[in-house]
Nanobody
Framework: QVHLVESGGGLVQAGASLRLSCAASGSALNNRAVAWFRRGPGKDDEFVAFITWAGGDIRYAESVTGRFTISRDNAKNTVYLQMNSLKPEDTALYFC???????????????WGQGTQVTVSS
């Protein structure tokens, strides 16, 4: 069973940067894709970014394109989300999720963590 743990969130001012990490147990992400989702105040889960096992297919939501970068270090069983030029509307609980194919729907993924909070002040 895949177990994912997110970290790296915090309280920052608009324009700042954060790097989120998604750590997996053992080799649980072997041959699996990972996506980031977020849940803002009063909002549904929103797709953020996606990366395949070898990094050959990367996708971003329009709202974060050019500001966020997803990457992974498979030797460390970890996926990252580098977030630059943060905006107040980026405030949300950020989740990572693993699956076998690309989807912007969270329910299509098999496993996810408990999330890490990102709060951006103006």
């Amino acid at each position: 069973q895949v177990h994912l743990v997110e970290s790296g969130g915090g309280l920052v001012q608009a324009g700042a940067s954060l790097r989120l990490s998604c750590a997996a147990s053992g080799s649980a992400l072997n041959n699996r894709a990972v996506a980031w989702f977020r849940r803002g105040p009063g909002k549904d889960d929103e797709f953020v970014a996606f990366i395949t096992w070898a990094g050959g297919d990367i996708r971003y939501a329009e709202s974060v394109t050019g500001r966020f970068t997803i990457s992974r270090d498979n030797a460390k069983n970890t996926v990252y989300l580098q977030m630059n030029s943060l905006k107040p509307e980026d405030t949300a609980l950020y989740f990572c999720a693993s699956g076998n194919y690309f989807s912007i729907q969270k329910h299509e993924y098999d496993y996810w963590g408990q999330g890490t909070q990102v709060t951006v002040s103006s």
